[in-house]
């Protein structure tokens, strides 16, 4: 559903490692959002705790916090921060919380059941900003998001479809689009940068827009 990632933007690992951001070099503009995640990178990802110690890739960032195979739920006496809904563990949320900080747009993270994992994704900084998510979850479904510039393409990135009316996408309302093949997206502004886009397969309509208009902001 979504376009293919080009080169120089690293997808990230199969589901079953949890990595922290590696440092990449940085295209595009050359001045990158003061913060302390690298221009162009790969997030953590979550994943349940296996029965085998699978390889992890090591972060070249010291800033972030070394990863871990396992997802332990946060601490019940964590203070709470816009980030602390996001699903996934604490690598997760302490990624989506630096982001929110180096973007001046507005951030969206989902707050999805149990059961969901972060799949893969990439996120850039310089030369225009953006971030791609895909979680996966019970029966194969999938929930995608897209922020910011990440329309890199002469075309509009959104799924081909029929538009069938409003719909929320957290605080915002966008248009849904019910594709061909049996998948969803809802779209906010469009055509702009930035731009917003919610992605989801293996889902009836009830259980996409559920997942959309539960989107968390956590900053921008």
């Avoid at 059961?115 to 900084?125: K, M, Q, S």
């Avoid at 719909?167 to 061909?180: I, S």
């Amino acid at each position: 559903m979504r376009p293919p990632v080009r080169q120089g933007v690293r997808a990230w690992p199969a589901i079953g490692l949890v990595v922290a951001a590696a440092v990449v070099a940085a295209c595009g503009s050359s001045s990158t959002p003061s913060s302390d995640l690298p221009a162009e990178s790969s997030p953590p990802a979550s994943a349940p705790v296996a029965s085998a110690t699978p390889p992890v890739s090591q972060s070249a960032n010291p800033t972030l916090p070394p990863p871990s195979i396992s997802a332990p739920p946060a601490s019940p006496s964590a203070p709470a921060t816009p980030a602390s809904a996001c699903a996934g563990n604490d690598d997760n949320r302490d990624f989506f919380a630096s982001f929110a900080e180096a973007v001046e747009w507005d951030v969206y993270c989902p707050t999805l059941p149990d059961g969901w994992f972060v799949e893969n994704g990439t996120y850039r900084l310089s030369g225009g900003a953006w971030m791609e998510i895909i979680y996966r979850g019970p029966g194969g479904a999938r929930f995608g998001l897209s922020e910011g510039a990440f329309c890199r393409d002469d075309g509009d990135c959104v799924p081909d479809g029929t538009d069938v009316g409003a719909a929320a996408f957290g605080d915002r309302e966008g248009t849904l689009v019910a594709a061909a093949d049996g998948s969803w997206a809802i779209t906010v502004d469009r055509g702009h940068d930035p731009s917003w886009l919610a992605t989801g397969s293996g889902l009836d309509e009830a259980a996409f827009r559920a997942h959309a208009a539960a989107l968390a902001l956590v900053g921008g």
